[in-house]
């Protein structure tokens, strides 16, 4: 089985950084995207950044300049940099991948169970 799994959320002030990892276990024979959503209390489920086996990104308009995404496929690691934190990204951040496991070679979305950021003083 493909798991996901989040790490490194935690409380923050206003302008800190922090840095979540996402370590994915599990026989992967092809990993097209991985990437990161947030669901804020209240709110629907949102794209925060992806990237793409070549290493092509993407960044939702409100983190692009402030957040960095990351990978080490010798770790099966992806990071989420975040830097110049606002109180509005405060949210549950979940790690994602666009994966084929290979024990049923089916292309599925995989998540984390999440990890929580607080941006508060």
């Known amino acids: 089985q493909v798991q996901l799994v989040e790490s490194g959320g935690g409380l923050v002030q206003p302008g800190g950084s922090l840095r979540l990892s996402c370590v994915v276990s599990g026989s992967i024979f092809t990993t097209y995207r991985m990437g990161w959503y947030r669901q804020a209390p209240g709110k629907q489920r949102e794209l925060v950044t992806t990237i793409t086996t070549g290493g092509t990104t993407n960044y939702a308009d409100s983190v692009k300049g402030r957040f960095s995404i990351s990978r080490d496929n010798t770790k099966n690691t992806v990071y989420l940099q975040m830097n110049s934190l606002k109180p509005e990204d405060t949210a549950n951040y979940y790690c994602?991948?666009?994966?084929?496991?290979?024990?049923?070679?089916?292309?599925?979305?995989?998540w984390g169970k999440g990890t929580l950021v607080i941006v508060s003083s």
């Open positions: 994602y991948g666009d994966l084929v496991y290979s024990g049923d070679l089916r292309r599925m979305d995989y």
